[in-house]
Structure formats: structure tokens, C-alpha cells
């Protein structure tokens, strides 16, 4: 069975830390490009930052620089170190796993929510 499990939210100070992380189960992690997407409340789902089967890394332009994805494939476990929280960082966080492959698979997670306020 696959799952994708998010956990280490919670509610943290502007300018505090949080650490993320998807534990991947029942799929080889090494094979897929992996994601961190949010989701505040009346907003689109917005990516937040990828790290490719090779360890390459891309941030959306509001994280560059605060966050950091990482991934431990023996672990299957993806990371999401959050730095320099604001406010507007307030959403529902989601990980999503993309088959490097030929064939469309796609997973998601349930979501851990962070909570961004004094």
C-alpha cells in the first residue's frame, strides 16, 4: 500500500523553525522526484520546493533562501527545513511524489498544517 505521511507541523513565532517531514511507504523513494506543496485557506495549492531523483533542488521564489528540501532515500523520508517563518507561511504543507519514469504515478499525503503566529 502506498502512503505518503507529513508530520512536524504545528504552531511556531514569526521568525521560528519548523522541520518537516513525508515518510514514503509501499514505493521505491530513490525513483521519484519528490515536492512540498501549501495550501492556505481560500488559496490555491502553490508549490514550494522540488528535489529531483539526483538531489537537485528548486524553490518557489517566497521560500528561496528560508527553506531547504532534502532527502534520505535509505530512510525513505523527505525533508523540509523551514527558516525565518512569517505569517503568510500559514497553510496546510503537502508532499507529493512524481514517478521519474515513463508512467504517470503520482501520490500525495494528508497534509500537516503550520501555523505561523505570536
Known amino acids: 500500500q502506498v502512503r505518503l505521511v507529513e508530520s512536524g507541523g504545528g504552531l511556531v513565532q514569526p521568525g521560528g523553525s519548523l522541520r518537516l517531514s513525508c515518510a514514503a511507504s509501499?514505493?521505491?523513494?530513490?525513483?521519484?522526484?519528490m515536492n512540498w506543496y501549501r495550501q492556505a485557506p481560500g488559496k490555491e495549492r502553490e508549490r514550494v520546493a522540488t528535489i529531483t531523483t539526483g538531489g537537485d533542488t528548486n524553490y518557489a521564489d517566497f521560500v528561496k533562501g528560508r527553506f531547504t528540501i532534502s532527502r534520505d532515500n535509505a530512510k525513505n523520508t523527505v525533508y523540509l527545513q523551514m527558516n525565518s517563518l512569517k505569517p503568510e507561511d500559514t497553510a496546510v504543507y503537502y508532499c507529493k511524489a512524481v514517478f521519474s519514469g515513463m508512467a504517470l504515478r503520482n501520490y500525495w499525503g494528508q497534509g500537516t498544517q503550520v501555523t505561523v503566529s505570536l
Open positions: 509501499g514505493f521505491t523513494l530513490s525513483q521519484y522526484v
